[in-house]
């Protein structure tokens, strides 16, 4: 059977859209696993420690108990717990990076064939007081000042940005022919969190 | 509680919504052709999308009928869909194919490009297409997916794909025609008779070659004709009473004129849709003379009714073979599968959808 007996007619947009979902949903479910196999050899791990004390609360008391053991196992449960941590911030750190593919992926459908990108940067630096945003810098030939000006607002028609600006045109030249430079600068929707 | 059956994998669920019933069907995943559940319902609105309300009927009938998960595969209605063969040049890459199929499909159907979702697989080439690359593209506005999808995703369930009623089809078909065998000359024609029209679909091992609509009258019009002429009961009586009487259960106690005036109609429609799949099977031997009809192939509700394949079978140079579960080396022993039928055949065939 060759390789397109399985077309999908669905945009691809809802797909990529169901694809970070299901991924999302997987590694939620991995934490939560993760979380309670942990939580359960923590639990072992104090029962086997903690058992005999238990079994006779004389002998916590008694002269002949080993403080040392006790101070043992608090540093290696500490080590445990934040051993954790560590992991479960990595996770949400994966998490919640935003698919920057997705942007790229709409660059590229909205340059169509009139435009050609030499240089894309996003940028989340806070500037002065104003709220952490995320900034898209890009650098790039078009045919004509018409052609870098219709990609503005192809890119305004897209809803994504708060606001795009054409910073410069200037002529350029490639592999001989006169074509135009130029820089635009988006400003992406504010995000609430203070980490990208 | 059955822990062995929770936590074995199923395959998406294949989804046929038609006019008048939905087929849904769902495999065990790795376990080959054995199927895990399979239901048909029949719709309350005669409309073309799903309501609200058949939705959540859908949902709850799926859930109790021993069906899996939320994932589901749906094929994409004919009359919403752009279907045409493209020529491109002879020494054309699929990069550079695809771009002219693109545009090719868009322009017929009245659409920007990126408004619509375009899939096409390559045909073999014949004598008169040596100097040209051709192939069969299929395409569906974006508005056509969200009236498709809106309803499911509203009551939780989760597309995974809109697939062609071609490729869904020939997914299942094809096993039987040798698709695990290098590709011989023969070619099959498959023909859908659903309750509001028939499509013919012309297929050999590897691929879908052609696909058309056929203009008979559909059958549920015929049926109905018949109904008005004698009409003393309701539809929906009568319409079982027929379908008893065509398919042979309990034909004695209801032996009537009626019953023979719809047998006759049956048919005549069969041998008119034989002399439809005739047609085709004779151009596809102009195109390539060296293939031969391997065999006229009946899915749908109607692959049900014995005087339509009788008819067929007067009509055409082949053995008409009914999308049954033992002509398609189907699994039906679970007890949740038990409702297979033929007319389920497109909906076997988008369970087993395995695209990305």
């Known amino acids: ?196 | 509680m059955n822990l062995t059956a929770n936590l074995t994998r199923r395959s998406p669920i294949g989804l046929d919504i038609g006019r008048r019933r939905i087929h849904a069907v769902q495999f065990d995943a790795g376990r080959g052709q054995r199927i895990a559940a399979a239901v048909s319902l029949t719709r309350t609105h005669d409309t073309a999308e799903l309501t609200a309300e058949e939705s959540e009927r859908l949902q709850n009938v799926l859930e109790r009928s021993g069906f899996r998960g939320r994932a589901v595969v749906v094929a994409a209605r004919p009359e919403n869909t752009v279907s045409a063969a493209v020529q491109g040049p002879a020494g054309a890459n699929d990069t550079q194919l695809d771009a002219v199929v693109r545009h090719e499909v868009a322009r017929i159907g009245a659409a920007e490009p990126g408004q619509m979702e375009i899939a096409w697989w390559p045909l073999p080439a014949g004598p008169r297409t040596a100097a040209v690359r051709e192939c069969l593209a299929v395409g569906l506005t974006h508005a056509g997916s969200e009236a498709l999808l809106g309803p499911l995703e509203a009551v939780g369930f989760e597309p995974r794909a809109i697939d062609t009623p071609a490729t869904a089809l020939h997914r299942v078909v094809a096993p039987a025609l040798g698709a695990d065998e290098p590709a011989g000359p023969g070619f099959a024609v498959l023909i859908d008779v659903g309750w509001s029209g028939a499509r013919l679909y012309l297929l050999d091992a590897r691929r879908v070659r052609y696909q058309r609509a056929l203009d008979e009258p559909a059958l549920g019009q015929e049926l109905r004709a018949i109904s008005a002429r004698f009409g003393s009961e309701s539809l929906g009586q009568w319409e079982k009473v027929v379908l008893e009487l065509v398919t042979g259960v309990e034909a004695d106690e209801h032996a009537s004129p009626v019953a023979a005036v719809a047998q006759a109609s049956l048919a005549r429609i069969g041998a008119r849709l034989a002399a439809e799949a005739q047609t085709s099977a004779d151009y596809a031997r102009r195109r390539d003379p060296d293939s031969a009809l391997q065999a006229l192939v009946v899915c749908g509700g109607g692959a049900a009714l014995a005087p339509l394949i009788s008819g067929m079978e007067q009509g055409v140079d082949a053995p008409v073979t009914v999308c049954d579960a033992v002509s398609l080396g189907l699994d039906v022993r679970s007890a949740d599968a038990a409702g297979y039928d033929p007319g389920m055949a497109l909906a076997a065939g988008l369970a087993r959808w395995g695209g990305r």
Not at chain 1, 28 to 38: D, I, S
Not at chain 1, 127 to 137: M, Q, S, T, W
Not at chain 1, 157 to 183: H, I
């Open chain 1, 1 to 196: 059977m060759n390789k397109r007996a399985c077309p999908n007619l669905m945009p691809k947009a809802r797909v990529e859209a169901y694809r970070v979902a299901r991924r999302k949903r997987l590694w939620r479910r991995a934490l939560t696993a993760y979380a309670v196999v942990g939580a359960a050899a923590c639990a072992s791990l104090w029962a086997a420690h903690s058992g005999p004390s238990a079994a006779s609360a004389d002998t916590q008391t008694a002269p002949g108990a080993d403080p040392q053991s006790v101070v043992d196992l608090k540093a290696a449960l500490q080590r445990e717990l934040a051993s954790r941590q560590l992991e479960a911030q990595r996770v949400a750190l994966v998490e919640g990076q935003p698919d920057f593919g997705v942007l790229m992926r709409l660059l590229a459908q909205e340059s169509r064939d009139t435009v050609l990108l030499r240089r894309c940067v996003v940028d989340a630096r806070a500037r002065g007081d104003e709220p952490l945003a995320y900034r898209l810098e890009l650098d790039g030939l078009a045919g004509s000042p018409r052609d870098a000006a219709r990609f503005v607002l192809r890119l305004e028609d897209t809803g994504v940005f708060d606001s795009v600006r054409l910073l410069e045109t200037a002529k350029a030249d490639l592999d001989g022919a006169q074509v135009t430079g130029f820089r635009i600068s988006c400003r992406l929707a504010q995000r609430s969190e203070t980490t990208p």
